[in-house]
Structure formats: C-alpha cells, structure tokens
C-alpha cells in the first residue's frame, strides 16, 4: 500500500493501510498546505468581456442601457470590462456622421447615457432592442463561421454608453484599438486611435488599452501580416502616445492577445516580447478548450481536456519568463469553445466544469487575471443570455466572486492509492475577505467531481473539526447537464427583480460530518474559523 505524507501547518497527515477499507468508496483525499501563500492573483481575477460585434449595428450598445444587466453586472465587479474581439481590427472611430445616427436613435426612444442613478432605456426600448438582436446575433455568427469580417464605425456615443456601463457596474474598461490601420511601410497608422484618445480625455475618462487581437490570424482575416517584432514597435509607439494625455500617462496597456501557443504564435510573441514586452502591464493570451462547431459532452468532462490549458499555459509562460522574466500574466480572452461556443453545452450546467476548472487550474499556476469571452453577445458562452437571464456559468461566477479570495493555497486531491485524482479536482484560496462566512482564518475549497458516483471529499486533520459552510450548485430540472438553470443546496437559482439580486445562502454542516459531493457536480465549502496560517 502506498503511503502519501504532508506537512499541513499543525498536523501531519499519513495516508496509511487503514485506506483500504474506503477502496471501494469513491472519495478524495485533499493534502494542502495551510502555512503559507503559493501566490496571490488579482482582486480583478475573474473579469469579463463583451465583444465589439455588439457595435456591428451601433444602435445594439444601448442594450448595456438595460437595468436588469447593469444589475447582473454589479454582481460580478470589481472587475476588468474588455471591449475587444475579433471586429476590434476592423472598427474606425468617428465624430460625425455615425454620431448622427445614434443621436438621432437615442432621441428617438429617449436614452440618457451617463446617468447611473436611472434607468438609461425603457423597458418598451430595451424590448424592441433584444428582439432585433435575436436576427442580428444569427448574422454575426454566420459572418464568423464565413471567416468574413465586415468593417464597423462607431461614435462618441458609444463609447459613452461603454464606458458608463463599465463604471457604473464597478469595472475598469479596457478598450481594444484598431491595429489593421498600417502605414505604406507597414506600421501601425495611430491617427484614429489618437482621435479616440483626444475625445476620451476630453470627457475624462480613466481607461486601459490593446491594441490588436489574436495577431496570430491577422493573415487569415484581413491579408496583413504583421510579424512580432512589429507589433513590439506598435505598442511602444502608443505608449508614447499615452504618455502624451493627462489622464493615460499612466493607463494599462495589455497585449498582444494571441491564440493558442503553436510555432507561429510562439515565434510571433517572442518577437513582440523582446520590442514591446517592457511596455505593456500584462501579456494576454486567449484560451479555449474545444471547436464549438465538433465537440460533445464527454468533453466537457474530460480529465485529458481540463488539463490541457496547464500545458498551454506553461508554453506561454516559458516564452514570457526568458524574454520579460516577472511580467504578469492574462488570460485576456477565454471560454469553453471557440466559434461562439456551443450551443447546449457552454450555455448549460455541464459548462461549469470547464469554467470553475479553468479558474482553479489559472490561480494555481499564476495566471493573474481571467477575462470571460463575454458577459452578453452572440453565441452561446455568454454569462447572460439574450432576454438577460442569467445562465449557470453567470450564478458559479457570482459564488466564485463571493467566497474566493485572491490568496491561493497549495492543494490536491489524492485518491485511495495515495495517485493524483483526475476525476476530483480540488481547488483551495484563503476565504475573500468581506465575505460573511469568513472567521478566523478562513479558506474555501471547491471541488468538482467528474465520476458518475457520489464521492467523499476528506478535508486535512487540521480542518476536519471545523465549521463547514456548504454551497452546492447542481442542475435544475429534468435537463440535467443539459440545463439552463441552476439550483443551490436545493434551491433555484434566479433574480428577485431587475433591481435585485438573490441572496446566496450556504448550509453549515455538522462539525466532522463528511463532505459528500454528489456525481458530476461541483461545491463551494466554506470552513469558517480554519485560522489556517496562510489566511490570518
């Protein structure tokens, strides 16, 4: 019998001969180190996105207008907003024309941009508006599945209404800029992004910046390529644009937002790292797991495919630690699959393997922000849903934002034979600090069981005689994995009003009671007064 030995802060924990009578019970044996902090990510951690196809018809951004979202969105700041994506590269900014046309629109139907103290549109607006999305949403994705990118303009206006959504829900924008403007020599043509930055500051807006997205596929989309090191020499000559106005002398500047790590896009972010690398505050990269066109859901359940982001991420930060060593990392755009997702899977509860997985999984290996592809758009790994009700992935993101703290423990689950469990993933952070639950010391563990049992999850000894909070999230409905809606402890979840957010209840359990995970779901336990050295 093998035997698994760990230090855990006041205890030691010895996997021992005694095992054996659990062997035929599924169970995990979670070993952590309560001593000390493997690292601490950003209070920004989970951030989200909304993608510029929302502007492909400008009229659409007043959406973010709607009181119902702007509450949904307060429930998952602080947070970074990224405005980007694909038609990033393809979007020109300007003063007249288009201004016209959506001033022309919100006088229409009587929209206030910048007020965060009264509904922005009507309820009869914001109806109108969701219901000539539903045809304009089947467009973007038919474009995208086409690998067509069509230009876009957008306005003042709309950059208002952007950014008064961002500050007004409780998140920072990030805005993506234009870097398919080239020059004859093939450099980047800043004049737009400078008309931009010139009405940005007269309004006073406080923001970061990208500039490009996914430069890896610039060839694929619009016939430019723009190798690495060019690209390094397009974000140092923005930065010295920034510096230029009082209010981005010192704003954020992220990129370059490549895809996946293969030869190219590696060779392409070497280059850009040793040009541009000093410039930029964080480097982005963007991460799926699965074609949303050909996957299943054994997928989405895979043991093989959660593990492929530590891969992915390792090449990343392998490429970033031997050209700009210490220089923070994002996953700046990311989801379950690509090309918009998939349809009844990354909008249903079986999604939230991959997502809870991938904030784990990136905590642990010091990703320092996670930035959702995208909190309401096309496809169908939204948070939000087209009429805006929330989807299964939004309510494990508002649990995530209330429970987990930016300091991150050391901790896995073992199974019987003392082996690494593939099929419990067992996630560990210091409990966030003004949560209600927190005692003394506090951490919360999540877990996800992906076996088709119901398992025993075996806290350290040092934490076995503490109170234990409970919030387990499974499907609602005769759906099943398959469901759009979400139950905690029993109970589904959904908004009291378009004001009004539920309040997430846990279930303390009795002290030394065993933690029983039922198959495939996930849970949140809380263990309050852990006074676990690390979270003091």
Aim: aromatic content about 10%.
């Amino acid at each position: 019998m093998l035997a698994v030995m760990t230090v855990l802060g006041l205890g030691l924990y010895l996997y021992s001969p005694i095992h054996a009578l659990f062997e035929k019970e599924q169970f995990a044996v979670v070993n952590a180190d309560l001593t000390h902090v493997e690292r601490t990510v950003s209070d920004a951690f989970l951030s989200v996105a909304i993608d510029t196809s929302l502007v492909t018809e400008e009229k659409y951004i007043n959406l973010l207008g709607s009181q119902k979202l702007r509450t949904l969105a307060k429930g998952l700041a602080p947070g970074y907003l990224r405005f980007g994506g694909t038609k990033a590269d393809f979007m020109r900014f300007h003063t007249k024309e288009v201004a016209t046309r959506q001033q022309a629109f919100s006088r229409q139907f009587g929209i206030k941009p910048g007020v965060c103290d009264r509904r922005p549109i009507s309820p009869e607006t914001e109806e109108y508006l969701k219901s000539e999305w539903v045809l304009q949403e089947e467009l973007i994705l038919m474009e995208e599945h086409q690998n067509h990118c069509s230009k876009l303009n957008i306005s003042g206006s709309t950059v208002d209404m952007l950014y008064n959504f961002a500050n007004c829900s409780g998140f920072h924008l990030i805005f993506g800029l234009n870097a398919l403007l080239r020059t004859k020599t093939n450099t980047w043509n800043s004049s737009n992004a400078e008309e931009l930055l010139n009405y940005c500051q007269s309004k006073n807006y406080s923001m970061s910046w990208e500039l490009g997205n996914e430069p890896n596929s610039f060839m694929k989309k619009s016939g430019i390529r723009i190798d690495g090191t060019q690209l390094g020499k397009d974000f140092v000559h923005l930065r010295e644009i920034l510096r230029r106005y009082k209010n981005f002398q010192d704003s954020g500047l992220y990129g370059p937002d490549v895809g996946q790590p293969r030869d190219h896009t590696e060779n392409l972010l070497e280059g850009f790292l040793e040009t541009g690398g000093k410039v930029i505050d964080a480097c982005t990269w963007h991460h799926y797991y699965v074609n949303g066109r050909d996957t299943s859901l054994s997928d989405f359940l895979s043991p093989e495919v959660l593990d492929s982001l530590a891969t992915k991420t390792q090449e990343i930060f392998q490429v970033v630690n031997e050209t700009v060593p210490g220089k923070k990392v994002w996953l700046g755009e990311t989801s379950s699959a690509y090309g918009g997702g998939a349809p009844g899977l990354s909008d249903t509860y079986v999604a939230g393997f991959m997502w809870l997985d991938k904030l784990g999984l990136s905590a642990r290996l010091g990703i320092d922000v996670v930035i959702r592809q995208v909190l309401v758009g096309a496809g169908s790994y939204h948070l939000v849903d087209s009429n805006f009700d929330p989807l299964p992935d939004y309510w494990l993101s508002l649990l995530y934002k209330k429970l987990v703290g930016p300091k991150v423990l050391a901790a896995t689950a073992f199974t019987h034979l003392g082996t690494e469990s593939k099929l419990h993933r067992v996630y560990m952070h210091c409990t966030k600090s003004n949560s209600e639950t927190s005692g003394t010391g506090a951490v919360t563990v999540f877990a996800l069981n992906l076996s088709k049992k119901t398992s025993t999850i075996h806290l350290p000894p040092l934490l076995s005689d503490k109170t234990v909070v409970l919030y387990l999230l499974e499907p609602a409905g005769e759906d099943g994995l398959h469901s759009r809606s979400v139950q905690l402890n029993g109970k589904v979840l959904k908004m009291v009003d378009d004001t009004t957010l539920p309040v997430l209840t846990g279930i303390p359990l009795p002290v030394g009671s065993p933690l029983k995970l039922p198959a495939l779901s996930f849970a949140f336990y809380v263990v309050k007064d852990a006074n676990a050295p690390a979270c003091r």
